[in-house]
């Protein structure tokens, strides 16, 4: 996770470099350590480094990773002989590095040349099926060709693998999402909300899907989700306050009268409500008169 000591860090060296400070090293090193893409400025100071041979002498081992870092930057921006050029040094330096093999199998995608992306990727999870990059990039490369139903594949095989990695989670759900299967997506949300039950966005994300699944179980399950979305967010969450009335007024057309638990819950409906107009009130008073009317239709 990126603190604000990171960004800040980060950004004071972004600046410090980009005005001819010095740093260059330093910054590359630090975008690495935090996993973040820079992709622009890592190839750029990336290269002032590699193709100055004194400083380059100076990083020692560290030469090959910069390598690296430049050769992905420069496929993210389809600098493709920069690519190139960085891979061919180093398969001479490793020429039986599965790392390099995995480099060359990215150049493949970022040219375009899928299936030949496909067979490299194959190849390098027989001799590595816990090879979580490779796995990523088959995900990655499915969705850049529009195949979310490989995706999906991909991805569901990843996490059988990985089970705790809650960035993958997500985005099957995501991909669920847009494939309309909302069940299997319902699924993968509360995978993380057991995972990360105090993250207010998964309590919203799954009442979202619930309340799309419809039916009165799924409802008064959404609403429940709304409502611990609202609680998690201090009450400042606009959607699931929306959320609430909107699954309110569905359970009362499909049950046809308040049931016990629907009573209990009228403080919580009038609450929304009122959080809603004041919200409105301060926030869009033009739109206000638009908001009541929406809630008198919804009949709360």
Not at 35 to 57: A, P, T
Not at 84 to 112: H, N, Q, T, W, Y
Not at 220 to 226: D, I, L, P
Request: glycine letters at 4%.
């Amino acid at each position: 996770m990126v603190t604000k000591l990171d960004e800040a860090e980060l950004k004071r060296l972004e600046s410090q470099v980009e005005h001819g400070g010095g740093g260059a090293w330093e910054y590359l090193t630090l975008v690495r350590k935090l996993k973040i893409r820079r992709s622009d400025k890592v190839l750029k100071h990336g290269l002032s480094i590699l193709n100055d041979s004194k400083k380059r002498s100076t990083l020692a081992d560290e030469e090959w990773t910069l390598y690296e870092q430049v050769a992905i930057a420069a496929m993210d921006c389809n600098s493709i002989e920069i690519a190139e050029d960085c891979i061919s040094v180093l398969s001479k330096k490793f020429p039986e590095s599965k790392r390099v093999g995995r480099l060359d199998a990215m150049l493949l995608e970022a040219k375009g040349s899928f299936e030949e992306a496909e067979i490299a990727y194959s190849s390098l999870l027989e001799d590595n099926q816990l090879d979580q990059v490779v796995h990523k990039r088959r995900v990655a490369m499915a969705k850049a060709q529009g195949d979310l139903h490989k995706a999906v594949g991909c991805l569901s095989r990843y996490l059988k693998l990985y089970m705790a990695d809650n960035d993958a989670w997500r985005e099957l759900a995501e991909l669920y999402i847009s494939l309309q299967m909302y069940k299997q997506a319902a699924f993968c949300y509360e995978e993380l909300i057991l995972a990360q039950p105090s993250v207010s966005l998964y309590h919203l994300a799954y009442a979202d899907v619930l309340y799309t699944l419809g039916g009165l179980e799924n409802l008064q399950t959404a609403r429940k989700y709304y409502a611990s979305t609202i609680d998690l967010s201090g009450g400042k969450n606009t959607r699931a306050l929306y959320g609430v009335c909107l699954c309110t007024a569905a359970i009362n057309q499909l049950a046809k009268g308040r049931n016990k638990e629907d009573k209990e819950s009228v403080d919580l409906q009038s609450l929304a409500a009122a959080v809603l107009e004041k919200d409105y009130k301060y926030r869009a008073p033009s739109k206000l008169p638009l908001l009541t009317t929406t809630l008198k239709n919804l009949k709360l």
